[in-house]
């Protein structure tokens, strides 16, 4: 792995300002970015929430007492550094709407009917190849305000901790082919077409499960030219 960073890789990234995004407008900064340098206790410190993770927190049909209602799927796929190495003991979180696209949140005010089987959230740590697995619903896409007409395509938000508290990385997992790519700011705040086509999982037929469930691979670059695009850069 290279130590010097790679900054033509941060192309890849979303833009802080975006005005499509209207919200952007208002939290992109207007001066240059000061680079500050990490202290030994920030590169060093506790890792973050790892021990909490419990057995069964990656599959989040099997919360509640009920199964939640939709369509069960697997997502799966590997943490990898830029030389596409498994990056093992990775904190990887989920967070999404349920499958009629709303979310167990007080602002969430979607006129869409929550799942009481259904909390939206889960975590797992990945293993020494950096593999990762989750079980969950796929979610529905939901109206969003930004814009007339304006609707997120189905996507699964994911985040990915290192060794402390400031090697948060924060994502969005999309499928393939959805057809409100086009008219998605957020999605096309990514400049380059082969970043934004990162961010987008691939039906995988060989990790389905026979009359159980659809399974999607999404793999996690974290620096780098095949970098995926990350929404705190």
Same mark, same amino acid.
């Given at each position: 792995?290279?130590?010097?960073?790679?900054?033509?890789?941060?192309?890849?990234?979303?833009?802080?300002?975006?005005?499509?995004?209207?919200?952007?407008?208002?939290?992109?900064?207007?001066?240059?970015?000061?680079?500050?340098? /990490? *202290?030994?206790?920030?590169?060093?410190?506790?890792?973050?929430? !790892?021990?909490? $993770? =419990?057995?069964? +927190?990656?599959?989040?049909?099997?919360? /509640? *007492?009920?199964?939640?209602?939709?369509?069960?799927?697997?997502? !799966?796929?590997? $943490? =990898?550094?830029? +030389?596409?190495?498994?990056?093992?003991?990775?904190?990887?979180?989920?967070?999404?709407?349920?499958?009629?696209?709303?979310?167990?949140?007080?602002?969430?005010?979607?006129?869409?009917?929550?799942?009481?089987?259904?909390?939206?959230?889960?975590?797992?740590?990945?293993?020494?190849?950096?593999?990762?697995?989750?079980?969950?619903?796929?979610?529905?896409?939901?109206?969003?305000?930004?814009?007339?007409?304006?609707?997120?395509?189905?996507?699964?938000?994911?985040?990915?901790?290192?060794?402390?508290?400031?090697?948060?990385?924060?994502?969005?997992?999309?499928?393939?082919?959805?057809?409100?790519?086009?008219?998605?700011?957020?999605?096309?705040?990514?400049?380059?077409?082969?970043?934004?086509?990162?961010?987008?999982?691939?039906?995988?037929?060989?990790?389905?499960?026979?009359?159980?469930?659809?399974?999607?691979?999404?793999?996690?670059?974290?620096?780098?030219?095949?970098?995926?695009?990350?929404?705190?850069?």
């Amino acid at each position: 792995m290279t130590f010097i960073y790679p900054t033509g890789s941060n192309k890849a990234h979303p833009l802080p300002l975006s005005p499509e995004y209207k919200s952007s407008i208002k939290r992109a900064p207007n001066k240059p970015l000061i680079p500050m340098r /990490h *202290t030994l206790s920030e590169l060093t410190g506790p890792v973050y929430g !790892h021990e909490t $993770v =419990r057995e069964g +927190d990656n599959d989040l049909t099997t919360q /509640h *007492t009920g199964e939640p209602i939709g369509e069960r799927i697997i997502v !799966h796929g590997h $943490v =990898r550094d830029e +030389d596409g190495r498994g990056v093992p003991n990775s904190l990887v979180e989920i967070w999404q709407a349920n499958s009629c696209g709303r979310y167990v949140h007080v602002r969430d005010q979607h006129p869409a009917p929550l799942d009481p089987n259904f909390t939206g959230a889960g975590r797992t740590v990945s293993d020494a190849a950096g593999y990762y697995r989750f079980v969950t619903i796929k979610p529905g896409a939901y109206p969003w305000g930004n814009h007339h007409n304006a609707w997120r395509p189905a996507h699964i938000h994911l985040s990915v901790f290192g060794h402390s508290f400031v090697t948060r990385l924060v994502t969005q997992m999309y499928f393939p082919a959805d057809p409100l790519f086009p008219f998605d700011p957020i999605f096309n705040s990514v400049p380059d077409e082969k970043a934004r086509a990162r961010m987008v999982s691939s039906f995988d037929l060989e990790n389905t499960q026979p009359e159980w469930a659809l399974c999607y691979r999404f793999d996690v670059v974290l620096r780098g030219k095949n970098a995926t695009p990350m929404e705190n850069h």
